[in-house]
T-cell receptor, first 114, second 114 residues
Framework: AQSVTQLDSQVPVFEEAPVELRCNYSSSVSVYLFWYVQYPNQGLQLLLKYLSGSTLVKGINGFEAEFNKSQTSFHLRKPSVHISDTAEYFCAVSVNSGYSTLTFGKGTMLLVSP | DVKVTQSSRYLVKRTGEKVFLECVQDMDHENMFWYRQDPGLGLRLIYF???????EKGDIPEGYSVSREKKERFSLILESASTNQTSMYLC?????????????FGPGTRLTVL
């Protein structure tokens, strides 16, 4: 079975600073990787996904992530954050099987202050 | 615009009551999912369905059941609600098999069991 570890439960940053949210996974087979964002009192929204090909994936709102197979990581980055990026971020993994279920990490709360 | 709707945003029930949470999607997706979200635990899969009248247990099915009589609708049932089922419940849907399809989420139902 696969699993996901998000190493930080909270990441406080100042506006316009760069940020990295860390995600590591474990799986015995090839995986697909996702980052979702949850704004307060809302459901989850897809930020970006890695299926195959280029290991650097660009998503919405200026976010990007890099798939590193040797380190089993899929860290999320943004060069300059805004107050509006304050939200909870979830890393998720799925495998190529008959069912398209996702296994989620426990989430990282990004707190952007002025 | 794709949409997943959930019948209630907030729900308060008493211990022992039978509770129905309804989810409807308008994207003709084959797969539908029910998760519960708790602080520090991320999202955990309760049940999912990959076709009408089909259901599969997720990671935490105890105390829950589901029903999928129509493709667009997936219901989560708490046969006898207990206080430890107080949580945020999220419904999602996706298209196809193989694990690479994006899941689209509803806004969530915050259930309080007194």
């Amino acid at each position: 079975a696969q699993s996901v570890t998000q190493l930080d439960s909270q990441v406080p940053v100042f506006e316009e600073a760069p940020v990295e949210l860390r995600c590591n996974y474990s799986s015995s087979v090839s995986v697909y990787l996702f980052w979702y964002v949850q704004y307060p009192n809302q459901g989850l929204q897809l930020l970006l996904k890695y299926l195959s090909g280029s290991t650097l994936v660009k998503g919405i709102n200026g976010f990007e992530a890099e798939f590193n197979k040797s380190q089993t990581s899929f860290h999320l980055r943004k060069p300059s954050v805004h107050i509006s990026d304050t939200a909870e971020y979830f890393c998720a993994v799925s495998v190529n099987s008959g069912y398209s279920t996702l296994t989620f990490g426990k989430g990282t709360m990004l707190l952007v202050s002025p | 615009d794709v949409k997943v709707t959930q019948s209630s945003r907030y729900l308060v029930k008493r211990t022992g009551e039978k509770v129905f949470l309804e989810c409807v999607q308008d994207m003709d997706h084959e797969n539908m999912f029910w998760y519960r979200q708790d602080p520090g635990l991320g999202l955990r899969l309760i049940y999912f369905s990959y076709d009408v009248k089909m259901k599969e247990k997720g990671d935490i099915p105890e105390g829950y059941s589901v029903s999928r009589e129509k493709k667009e609708r997936f219901s989560l049932i708490l046969e006898s609600a207990s206080t430890n089922q107080t949580s945020m419940y999220l419904c999602a849907s996706s298209h196809g098999t193989g694990g690479f399809g994006e899941q689209f989420f509803g806004p969530g139902t915050r259930l309080t069991v007194l």
